[in-house]
């Protein structure tokens, strides 16, 4: 069907959009993933930026 997009996300992509509800902001999202995954905070904070910020684009997310 035209103009319907799938979107495949791993399993952090998947943790993240599970956060994504309204409740938790970027800061909180990163820190939950970066204590469950064991990753660098800092390297977290830019990833969810940056799937935050496509999934904006894509309008899956209000901002």
């Known amino acids: 069907m035209k103009g319907l997009d799938a979107y495949e996300l791993d399993g952090v992509g998947a943790k993240v959009w599970t956060l994504c509800d309204g409740s938790n902001d970027v800061d909180q999202i990163a820190d939950l993933v970066s204590s469950e995954y064991q990753v660098d ?6 990833d969810v930026n940056a799937f935050v910020a496509s999934m904006l684009k894509a309008g899956l997310l209000e901002g």
């Open 41 to 46: 905070r800092g390297i977290v904070v830019n």
